[in-house]
C-alpha cells in the first residue's frame, strides 16, 4: 500500500518538474483556467442565492394582485372595483394599492414610490431605502425635495431609513402618505394603481382569478404563484447575457482540453520513449500524464470554487455589479446568505477537472505503449 | 522540500479551506433566515411584490407585474436597450387573454 | 548467468522492407565477465543488447537467465532459472528495472531537469522510499565527481559529465548487468579510457558488464573477458582474453 503511495508521490514529483519547465506557459494556463472558473462558479453560486432569497422574502407578498390594461398598457384602477371584488365568495378583502415610480433628475436614478395599506407615514414625512440615503445622502430628519407633476416643489422630512439587511427589496423605496402621493403624481382621486386581493384558501386563486376576469374583462390578475415563478427564471440559463457567459466558459475548456488533445509533439514522445527505455512500465507513464492533467485542473478548481465563494458572499459578487447595474444609479448591495449547491458544484467539478484530464491522458495512450527500445532505432 | 509535498499540502489547504467556507454557508443560515425575516417583514408591511435588482426599467424593476408589451416603450419594433432585460426573462402566464 | 538459445528479431515481418537483424545467435554469458560485442554498424549489436536487457522480445528463440534476481514472479528464488522471452510486459519490466542497467548512445537523459532526478528516475515508479533511492543517488554523483553539479539542469553540462550523470543512472537501482550501447561514440580517447576503468571496477564488485562498440579503443583494450564479433546479425568469431 505505501509502494504504492510512494509511487504516486514520486510520478507526482516529476510530473510538476515536468509542467515547472514550461513555467510561463502553465502558470498562464492555471491563472485563465482558475479564472474561468471563478467566474461560472461566481454566477452559480450568486443566482442559486438569490433564488433562495427571493423564494423565502416574497413568502408573503400578496395573494393576487389584479391590474387594468388598456391597449395593452397598465392603466388606473378605479378604487369601486375593489368593493366589488371585495364582494366575490373567497376573496377576504380586496385593497387598492398605490405606487408608481419617481425619476429624481438631480441624481438620475429612479425611484420606486408606494403608500403602504395600513400604517402609513405622517403627511409630509417618508422612510426612504438605504440604498437611496446611500446615493443621496439624506438621513433621518433631512428634507428631500421632490417635484410634482404640476412643476411644484415637494419637500417631504426623512423619518426613517429602511433597514441595510433588507435592501434586496426596499432599496429603492420611498415610502409617502396617500395624500402626498396624490399630490406629487396628481394621481386622480378614486382611482388606485391596483388591487391588492387576498382570498382565505390559496388553493381557490385560480378559480377566483377567473371569476375576476369574467367580471371585468380588461384586467388581468397575478397570483402569488405567478409572482414567484418569475423569479425562478431569473437569470434564466436561456437569457441573453447568461448564455453569452457561460458558452464562452464551456468554449474556454473545449479549447483547453483541445490543445491537449491534438496530439503530443516529438519531443514529448521522445520523453515517453525514454521513461520506457530507463523502466518505466505503460501504467507509469500513464499515471504521470494523468497527474499532468489532474495538477493543473483540480488546483484550478478548488482555488477557483474558494474565490469564487468569497467573492459572491463576503464582497459582494461586485465583479458582477457592471454587468447587472447597467444603465442604472441605484444598485443594491448583495448581501447574500451564504449557500453551497452540492449538485452544481460536482457538475462543475467534472466539467473542469475530467475534460482537461481525460484530454492530457487519451492522446498519449498510443504514445505510452511504444515498446522500450523505440527509442534507440 | 519535495514539490509533491507542496502540491499536496497546497490541495490541502484548498479542500479545508473549501470545507470551512461549507461550515460557514451552515452557520450564517441563521443569520440568514434573521435577514429574511427582515426583508419579508417589509414585504408584508409595504405590499411589495418584487426584488429591487434592477432600476433601470418598470419591466426590470417590476418583473412580475410586467407583460409583454412592457418592453415596447415606444413602437413594437423597438429594441430592447436596457442591459438588465437581457437578464430577466418575461413572466410566465398561467391563464388566456394576456 | 545469461543464455541465450537460437535467438532472431526481425523488424516488419511479412512486410516487403523486412529486416532481420539477429540471426540465429547462441551464447552463454558468466556472471562477472566483461563481454564486449564488436561489429560493423547494422551487425545488430545494438538489437542484440536490447534483447538481452529485456526491452524487446526475440522473434524467435529463447533467453534465459540464471542467479540473477526476478522479483514479483511468485514461488522462484533467485538461483532459478527464469525464461523471460514469454514474459507478460509487467514482469519483463520488473526483471529489467531490478537487473538491468542500460547506457545509452545518445544518453537518454530527459531534458530541462535536473541532473539528480535525471538519476533517480529509474526509480521512480518503483515505490522505492524516496529518501532511501535519493542517497543513493546522492551517492552515486559522489562517486563521479558530479555532486556539486545534483542541481543542474543537465541540458547544461559538458559531454563528458553528461556521460557520467547517464552512468550514474544505469546505476541507480542496484543492477547486477550493466549494458552500454557504443558509450564511446561521443567521447574523446581521455574519457574514453576514463569510461572502461569505471567499468572495470564495476566487473570487480562483481557485476556483468555487456559493451556494444565499434570503437578500436573499447575492443582491443586489455579490460574486456571476451570479444564477440558479430556481422550482419550473425557472430562471426569469439575471441577470449586471459
Not at chain 2, 424593476?61 to 436597450?81: E, I, T, V
Request: charged letters at 15%.
Amino acid at each position: 500500500m505505501s509502494a504504492q503511495l510512494a509511487r504516486h508521490r514520486n510520478i507526482i514529483d516529476f510530473a510538476l518538474s515536468s509542467l515547472l519547465r514550461r513555467k510561463t506557459k502553465n502558470i498562464s494556463l492555471l491563472a485563465v483556467y482558475t479564472l474561468i472558473v471563478v467566474a461560472i462558479a461566481s454566477a452559480m453560486l450568486f443566482i442559486n442565492a438569490l433564488k433562495r432569497e427571493a423564494a423565502a422574502m416574497l413568502k408573503d407578498a400578496p395573494d393576487m394582485v389584479v391590474q387594468k390594461l388598456v391597449a395593452g398598457r397598465h392603466d388606473l384602477m378605479p378604487v369601486s372595483r375593489g368593493e366589488v371584488i371585495g364582494g366575490i365568495t373567497g376573496v377576504r378583502g380586496a385593497t387598492p394599492r398605490l405606487w408608481g415610480y419617481y425619476y429624481d433628475a438631480v441624481t438620475r436614478a429612479n425611484y420606486t414610490v408606494t403608500v403602504p395599506g395600513g400604517g402609513q407615514p405622517a403627511a409630509g414625512s417618508i422612510y426612504i431605502g438605504s440604498a437611496i440615503a446611500r446615493l443621496t445622502g439624506f438621513s433621518h430628519g433631512d428634507l428631500m425635495p421632490l417635484r410634482t407633476y404640476k412643476g411644484e416643489s415637494q419637500l417631504l422630512q426623512v423619518v426613517r431609513v429602511l433597514p441595510a439587511e433588507a435592501e434586496l427589496v426596499s432599496a429603492d423605496l420611498i415610502v409617502v402618505s396617500e395624500k402626498d402621493f396624490r399630490e406629487l403624481f396628481s394621481f386622480p382621486s378614486g382611482f388606485a394603481t391596483d388591487l391588492a386581493v387576498s382570498v382565505g384558501n390559496p388553493r381557490e386563486l385560480a378559480t377566483i382569478a377567473t371569476k375576476i376576469v369574467s367580471l371585468f374583462p380588461d384586467t388581468r390578475p397575478i397570483i402569488k404563484s405567478e409572482i414567484l415563478r418569475t423569479y425562478d427564471a431569473i437569470f434564466d440559463w436561456r437569457g441573453g447575457m447568461i448564455v453569452v457567459m457561460f458558452s464562452v466558459a464551456v468554449l474556454a475548456f473545449i479549447i483547453f482540453a483541445w490543445d491537449k488533445a491534438s496530439g503530443l509533439s516529438a519531443e514529448e514522445r521522445r520523453e515517453i520513449g525514454i521513461l520506457k527505455s530507463i523502466g518505466w512500465e505503460t501504467s507509469d507513464v500513464l499515471l504521470l500524464k494523468f497527474w499532468e492533467g489532474a495538477i493543473i485542473s483540480l488546483t484550478a478548481f478548488l482555488c477557483g470554487a474558494a474565490m469564487a465563494y468569497c467573492h459572491v458572499f463576503f464582497f459582494s459578487a461586485s465583479l458582477f455589479e457592471h454587468a447587472l447595474k447597467g444603465w442604472a444609479v441605484l444598485y443594491p448591495q448583495f448581501r447574500l446568505a451564504p449557500a453551497i449547491n452540492a449538485y452544481q458544484l460536482t457538475i462543475l467539478f467534472f466539467l473542469t477537472v475530467v475534460p482537461y484530464t481525460a484530454a492530457t491522458i487519451i492522446p498519449s495512450w498510443r504514445s505510452a505503449t511504444v515498446d522500450p527500445d523505440s527509442s534507440m532505432r | 522540500m519535495r514539490k509533491s509535498t507542496i502540491f499536496l499540502l497546497v490541495t490541502a489547504l484548498n479542500l479545508v479551506l473549501l470545507l470551512l467556507l461549507a461550515v460557514h454557508a451552515r452557520m450564517g443560515e441563521q443569520a440568514a433566515v434573521a435577514s429574511c425575516t427582515v426583508s419579508a417583514g417589509l414585504v408584508k408591511e409595504f405590499q411589495l411584490t418584487d426584488l429591487c435588482l434592477f432600476t433601470e426599467a418598470r419591466y426590470t424593476r417590476h418583473p412580475s407585474m410586467a407583460d409583454f408589451h412592457a418592453p415596447f416603450q415606444d413602437h413594437p419594433g423597438a429594441l430592447d436597450h436596457f442591459p438588465s432585460g437581457s437578464l430577466v426573462s418575461p413572466p410566465c402566464f398561467s391563464r388566456e387573454g394576456l | 548467468m545469461i543464455e541465450l538459445c537460437a535467438i532472431t528479431k526481425s523488424f516488419a515481418v511479412g512486410l516487403p522492407y523486412q529486416l532481420t537483424a539477429v540471426r540465429d545467435v547462441s551464447h552463454v554469458i558468466e556472471q562477472g565477465q566483461f563481454v564486449v560485442i564488436k561489429g560493423p554498424s547494422g551487425s545488430g549489436k545494438t538489437t542484440l543488447l536490447t534483447l538481452i536487457g529485456c526491452m524487446a522480445r526475440p522473434t524467435s528463440g529463447r533467453i534465459m537467465l540464471r542467479g540473477l534476481p526476478h522479483p514479483g514472479l511468485p514461488g522462484s528464488a533467485d538461483s532459478a532459472e527464469v525464461e523471460i522471452t514469454s514474459l507478460p510486459e509487467r514482469f519483463l519490466t520488473a526483471i529489467r528495472r531490478a537487473t538491468f542497467g542500460f547506457i545509452f548512445q545518445h544518453f537518454n537523459l530527459v531534458r530541462g531537469i535536473t541532473v539528480l532526478e535525471n538519476v533517480m528516475l529509474p526509480a521512480y515508479p518503483t515505490g522505492e522510499p524516496y529518501e532511501l533511492f535519493r542517497s543513493r543517488a546522492l551517492q552515486l554523483l559522489e562517486l563521479f565527481s558530479i555532486s556539486r553539479h545534483a542541481a543542474t539542469p543537465v541540458d547544461r553540462l559538458s559531454g563528458g559529465e553528461t556521460q557520467r550523470v547517464a552512468i550514474a543512472r544505469a546505476l541507480i537501482n542496484n543492477p547486477k548487468v550493466i549494458i552500454a550501447d557504443e558509450p564511446t561514440a561521443h567521447l574523446d580517447s581521455g574519457l574514453s579510457s576514463e569510461f572502461m576503468e569505471i567499468l572495470s571496477t564495476f566487473q570487480a564488485q562483481g557485476k556483468t558488464v555487456l559493451i556494444a562498440s565499434h570503437d578500436p579503443l573499447v575492443y582491443e583494450s586489455s579490460i574486456p573477458d571476451m570479444v564477440v564479433q558479430m556481422r550482419d546479425g550473425a557472430i562471426t568469431g569469439i575471441t577470449r582474453q586471459q
